[in-house]
């Protein structure tokens, strides 16, 4: 593992991506559940969504980076919620 710069935010941000797979993993054995249609106009489901929301969050920040030079993260921070739970919500 020596080959990466492992810091505390990158730890932190796998930590969070293999939480959120071990959620929605339990999610889906104890509360299945049916796809459905929303906004996107083609049935999804829980991983569906975080998926989209994840591929979302990330041109969020890269496009915010390009804009900004990177300048003040938390307002990307804001947008990606906002995004990730429009997603679940009305996706």
Do not use: C, H, K
């Amino acid at each position: 593992m020596a080959w990466m710069a492992w810091t505390w935010a990158t730890a932190g941000f796998f930590a969070a991506i293999a939480l959120m797979l071990i959620v929605m993993t339990l999610l889906a054995v104890y509360r299945p559940e049916t796809p459905r249609r929303g906004i996107l106009q083609f049935p999804t489901t829980r991983g569906d969504r975080l998926f989209v929301s994840l591929i979302g969050t990330a041109f969020i920040f890269i496009l915010w980076i390009r804009i900004t030079g990177g300048d003040n993260l938390w307002y990307p921070v804001v947008i990606a919620v906002l995004y990730s739970a429009a997603m679940f919500r009305f996706a």
